[in-house]
């Protein structure tokens, strides 16, 4: 079996096909009450992503992206390009590095150059087979880029730094060969790094795997791979003066927004504030679709996890708002979820992003 997700009331397991007898058994000796969600994993998978026609580009200006299917990282790469070439007085695009096969790693500025803004980060893509987070990540950029000036000062005055793709190589993989592939692509005994484990704030503690071949193995030590030294280089470095203030990394599945700590079952000092922005960011998400997130801290509400982004963005390098927010759905679907939900999972995503924003934009 492999773990998909879960919390402290329940548990999403893959079975294969030849352990399905056993597994059943196991649970009904010991007394553990199962349902099936998805009967076929592999229909699922095919009916996911429906191939788009030609015939759906011919509306689009300078990109392919269409927000009706799931993309390849060529189409979201020309997508920021296309934005770069297009807005150059809002948008300057920034290779930050590459990843360990040599795809760049892309970061998107959005900015209206007031000298008073504070820098917000915000990320998708660092595990592989979560297709709904670029998609979610590339609907908002796209929503920024062409909404902006027609936004309150809180959204405004903020320097947007949008990674779409944070494992680029692990992205394609999951598209061409394996749909369920989480890591990164490093070669080794087994292939791939956990790169939300590789982050350098209480990294290779508890939730952390030390042995290759596990799903949330580690790394060889704190920012061993080039995509999460790439992501620490250019915060830590390059960041043109604006005040870091809040860290905002979009992941799948199960519909919770997560703040520090991950590494162990202990919450910041300012975890008030942290919970009352969350909350505020899943009432904006209710209003707009209706949809339900729950809140609290990572450990507690799910299970430690050392090593994650958002707990070195907080303890490392002081962001105040930092936040992991676990997209659509709560399980029937899981990691395969039918692309036609990305324009609803987008827009509440969106509504949670200007609940944190509008705190930082103003100041708080």
């Not at 920024?144 to 405004?156: F, H, K, M, P, W």
Request: proline content about 5%.
């Amino acid at each position: 079996i492999s773990t998909w997700g879960g919390n402290i009331t329940s548990l999403d397991i893959l079975v294969k096909p030849q352990s399905l007898q056993s597994v059943s058994k196991a649970l009904l000796d010991n007394n553990i009450g199962y349902e099936v969600i998805i009967q076929d994993l592999q229909k699922a998978i095919d009916e996911e992503n429906p191939p788009l026609n030609e015939d759906d580009y011919e509306d689009r200006a300078g990109h392919r992206l269409t927000w009706q299917s799931y993309h390849r990282l060529a189409d979201i790469y020309g997508f920021l390009d296309y934005l770069a070439a297009s807005h150059p007085n809002l948008c300057s695009l920034h290779t930050i590095g590459n990843s360990i096969e040599g795809r760049p790693l892309k970061v998107l500025k959005i900015s209206n150059g007031n000298p008073g803004n504070k820098a917000v980060w915000v990320d998708g893509g660092i595990h592989a087979r979560e297709w709904i987070s670029p998609a979610t990540v590339t609907h908002i950029i796209n929503y920024l880029v062409e909404n902006l000036n027609r936004e309150d000062g809180a959204l405004q005055n903020i320097d947007w730094h949008i990674l779409a793709v944070g494992n680029p190589d692990g992205y394609e993989y999951s598209h061409t060969t394996d749909r369920l592939w989480r890591k990164n692509r490093r070669r080794g005994q087994c292939y791939g790094t956990d790169l939300n484990r590789n982050f350098g704030h209480h990294w290779g503690g508890k939730g952390s795997g030390k042995h290759p071949c596990q799903e949330i193995y580690g790394g060889s030590g704190p920012f061993s791979e080039p995509e999460t030294a790439a992501i620490r280089n250019y915060i830590t470095g390059t960041n043109a003066g604006a005040p870091w203030k809040a860290y905002i990394s979009f992941h799948s599945y199960g519909q919770y927004i997560l703040y520090p700590w991950g590494y162990d079952q202990v919450v910041p000092q300012d975890h008030g504030d942290l919970q009352a922005v969350a909350n505020k960011a899943a009432s904006a998400i209710r209003a707009v679709t209706g949809a339900y997130y729950r809140v609290g801290s990572s450990a507690i509400l799910l299970y430690p996890a050392s090593g994650g982004s958002d707990d070195w963005a907080k303890g490392t390098v002081g962001m105040k708002y930092a936040y992991t927010i676990e997209l659509r759905d709560s399980g029937r679907y899981g990691f395969v979820l039918p692309a036609s939900y990305i324009i609803p999972t987008a827009t509440e995503a969106l509504a949670a992003l200007k609940a944190i924003a509008s705190t930082v934009g103003r100041g708080a």
